[in-house]
């Protein structure tokens, strides 16, 4: 499964939380996914909802980068951002942090 379809998955299951605007109060964000061997997607919050949507976003908050596989791996927890990170097999420009707590809010979704 590529790590499109994965994020659309936990997207789907944040929409159905009762709880999700609270979670994602005041964070307005867009992140732009880029798969050196997939299509590009992004994801973005607004105004407490989470959107997934294919292609690329102008001014996005942060741009990760890195194999379907590795990034697959990150969002269903098989593999730490942070080591894939220091590693080199995932790179990340612009607000840094802003990608880390996507990262953190995605986990809460795999639950």
Do not use: C, H, W
């Not at 944040?14 to 798969?35: H, R």
């Not at 976003?57 to 697959?72: E, F, K, R, Y």
């Amino acid at each position: 499964m590529g790590s499109f379809s994965i994020i659309s998955e936990l997207v789907e299951k944040a929409k159905s939380l009762p709880n999700l605007s609270g979670e994602l109060s005041g964070f307005n964000k867009s992140f732009q996914i880029k798969p050196s061997d997939s299509k590009p997607f992004y994801v973005e919050i607004k105004d407490g909802t989470i959107n997934l949507k294919e292609g690329e976003i102008q001014g996005a908050s942060a741009t990760v980068m890195g194999t379907d596989q590795v990034l697959g791996d990150i969002f269903t927890g098989k593999q730490d951002a942070v080591k894939a990170f220091m590693t080199g097999q995932l790179k990340v420009s612009g607000d840094i942090f802003s990608a880390q707590k996507l990262t953190s809010i995605m986990s809460k979704f795999r639950k």
